[in-house]
């Protein structure tokens, strides 16, 4: 389980999938009930690697996003090449880059500003 904590911190989303799921049929093959708290962590692992798409959303809707340290990006301050993506409007999960690089068309690439990165929630 601890090496796909691992794996996630570098985005290596499939391969940390694999380690979490190697682990619950470990502990499924030990009978472990599903309340036990090794079952239950590892089950929130899995779920943590399925990152959702972001959305845009009216800023009243209860699926807002809202940055656990948002005060950090209005500090003059503040290093800005650090700042967390950590959420405080869904505890656990952070905003994450999904893709390395654009898989849109050619055209679509074209026509797209080079600093176009792929976020999702995970």
């Given at each position: 389980?601890?090496?796909?904590?691992?794996?996630?911190?570098?985005?290596?989303?499939?391969?940390s999938?694999?380690y979490?799921c190697?682990a619950?049929?470990?502990?499924?093959?030990n009978?472990?009930p599903d309340d036990h708290?090794d079952?239950?962590?590892?089950?929130?692992?899995?779920?943590?690697?399925?990152?959702?798409?972001i959305?845009l959303?009216?800023?009243?809707?209860?699926?807002?996003?809202?940055?656990?340290?948002?005060?950090?990006?209005?500090?003059?301050?503040?290093?800005k090449?650090?700042i967390?993506?950590?959420?405080?409007?869904?505890?656990?999960?952070?905003?994450?880059?999904?893709?390395?690089?654009?898989?849109?068309?050619?055209?679509?690439?074209?026509e797209m500003?080079?600093?176009y990165?792929?976020?999702?929630?995970?």
């Amino acid at each position: 389980m601890l090496l796909g904590v691992e794996f996630q911190k570098f985005s290596k989303w499939a391969d940390s999938l694999d380690y979490f799921c190697d682990a619950l049929l470990i502990f499924k093959s030990n009978n472990y009930p599903d309340d036990h708290s090794d079952v239950v962590k590892v089950n929130e692992h899995i779920e943590s690697c399925a990152i959702k798409n972001i959305i845009l959303v009216p800023s009243n809707s209860p699926s807002r996003l809202r940055l656990k340290y948002a005060e950090n990006f209005c500090s003059e301050s503040a290093d800005k090449t650090s700042i967390s993506l950590e959420l405080s409007s869904h505890p656990g999960c952070a905003i994450v880059k999904m893709e390395e690089t654009f898989t849109g068309s050619a055209q679509c690439r074209k026509e797209m500003s080079t600093h176009y990165v792929h976020l999702g929630v995970g």
